[in-house]
């Protein structure tokens, strides 16, 4: 029962520096873009309501396109997955989905080679 804006300060973000974090308009708060980018080094992507003071719409189409890619890769990884992953502990829950992203992975790559 968090909002959005709380957990994103609780994830392990460990990207470089300069990374672009590409976010939906429940991450829309100034104060935490900017600790993101000042703590952080990272460049938040949020898309914005057009009522927004930071609205520009050069880097709404950006973080648009941006965050179309991360729904479709995360639609196909979907797709992979069965309805209901059973495990009996956390380490092998993490490696059942590490096993569905790798395949994923295995067959975009299979798929780029053949054609």
């Keep these: 029962s968090f909002h959005d804006l ?12 300069g990374a672009e974090l590409y976010l939906d308009r ?18 938040p992507m949020v898309i914005r309501r057009r ?8 880097m709404q189409y950006l973080a648009i396109v ?8 995360g639609s196909m990884l979907h797709h992979l997955f069965p309805r209901r ?15 569905f ?3 994923h992975n295995i067959s975009l790559l299979t798929q780029k080679m053949a054609g």
């Design 6 to 17: 709380a957990s994103l300060l609780l994830l392990p973000l460990d990207l470089p520096e």
């Design 51 to 58: 009522n927004s003071r930071r609205y520009l719409p050069w």
């Design 85 to 99: 992953i059973h495990a009996v502990t956390q380490e092998g829950f993490v490696i059942k989905v590490l096993t």
């Design 66 to 73: 941006g965050r179309r890619v991360v729904e479709t890769v």
């Design 101 to 103: 992203v790798l395949a």
């Design 26 to 43: 429940g991450y829309e708060s100034h104060l935490y873009e900017d600790l993101l980018r000042e703590a952080q080094e990272v460049v």
